[in-house]
């Protein structure tokens, strides 16, 4: 069976795993542990713990576990004071972490109870780091969320504090026969894996194939008119020129009262796809209408981006 490694962290990470599990293929899942905000962050002040929140939303999107089960893990104490809007999948990691104190005797228990059958989830590292966004004019961003909020232009990502990177994902990096690069906030769930020099050494010397899964809409603050190979050359400061290898992207053209309200409301707009210019870098393209609209979110087709996937991962170019 084909071994597939992705990083990644949260909403863009989940939703190709919900497609890719479909298929068979091993997937080992890197998210990345320095989120801040909200529940996992209150949870990371009080526990004293690495962040939690993208790690179990991605495990639910590998579950195999019927939809009232799925619920439950999403659930949320929004009635209750004490339990501070937590959900139960956070709670549940948290509490197994303080029992088992590390996520390496932490996480195969979750796996048992999801039922996560293809793969498996590993944080990029056990410390309870913070990433810094370092701007234009040379200040620091410190934290996953004021990163997201700044209004600065971030220029580079760095760690707190030196970061010991999972020995786990080096075994997977080298064993892997497709390595990829999620959709998902370049700044806080991407590139948060290619500062750790040694991982990134380790990934370019691996003899798997890079691809890039490029976002749908740009991120303010961070993409603004960003065309594909804009994200391309970002990933690069960090991989080095000419790592990656291919693109997965979309190339149909998004028109919709919907589109309308990203760019009005979020100040988001389509990405464009560049393919000349991707092109003439040697990077080949996949691509295709790879979006859809749910519940008012446009989001990546989970199932048709993972077939794309797994038809280069088995065939090649085409």
Do not use: W
């Not at 929140?53 to 929004?78: C, H, P, Q």
């Not at 707009?269 to 996949?286: A, C, M, R, S």
């Amino acid at each position: 069976m084909k071994k597939i490694v992705i990083f990644g962290g949260g909403s863009g990470l989940s939703q190709i795993l919900k497609g890719l599990k479909l298929f068979p293929v091993n997937i080992t899942a890197v998210v990345s542990v320095s989120d801040d905000g909200r529940s996992t962050g209150r949870l990371r002040q009080e526990m004293n713990i690495p962040a939690v929140g993208d790690i179990t939303k991605v495990m639910v999107s590998m579950a195999n576990i019927n939809e009232d089960m799925t619920k439950l893990m999403n659930y949320r104490f929004t009635k209750s004071k004490s339990l501070g809007n937590h959900s139960v999948k956070n709670l549940l990691l948290t509490a197994l972490l303080d029992i088992k104190g590390n996520f390496a005797s932490s996480l195969p228990i979750m796996e048992d109870i999801l039922d996560i059958k293809n793969g498996k989830v590993l944080p990029l590292t056990e410390d309870s780091v913070h990433i810094i966004g370092i701007t234009e004019n040379g200040n620091q961003i410190v934290g996953e969320e004021q990163i997201t909020a700044s209004e600065e232009k971030i220029v580079r990502i760095i760690y707190d504090k030196p970061v010991t990177v999972n020995e786990k994902v080096f075994k997977a990096v080298n064993e892997a026969d497709l390595i990829i690069f999620s959709s998902g906030s370049l700044h806080t769930s991407i590139i948060p894996h290619l500062v750790c020099e040694d991982l990134t050494e380790a990934i370019v010397k691996s003899k798997a194939k890079k691809m890039y899964l490029c976002n749908l809409f740009t991120q303010p603050g961070e993409t603004d008119d960003f065309k594909v190979s804009d994200h391309v050359n970002m990933l690069e400061q960090y991989l080095g020129e000419g790592t990656i290898d291919l693109v997965v992207a979309n190339s149909k053209t998004m028109s919709s009262a919907l589109v309308e309200k990203y760019s009005v409301e979020e100040q988001k707009n389509p990405v464009v796809l560049d393919k000349d210019v991707l092109e003439e870098k040697g990077i080949y393209v996949i691509s295709d209408k790879l979006y859809k609209i749910d519940e008012g979110v446009y989001r990546h087709d989970s199932l048709k981006t993972a077939y794309l996937i797994f038809s280069y991962l088995m065939e090649g170019k085409k």
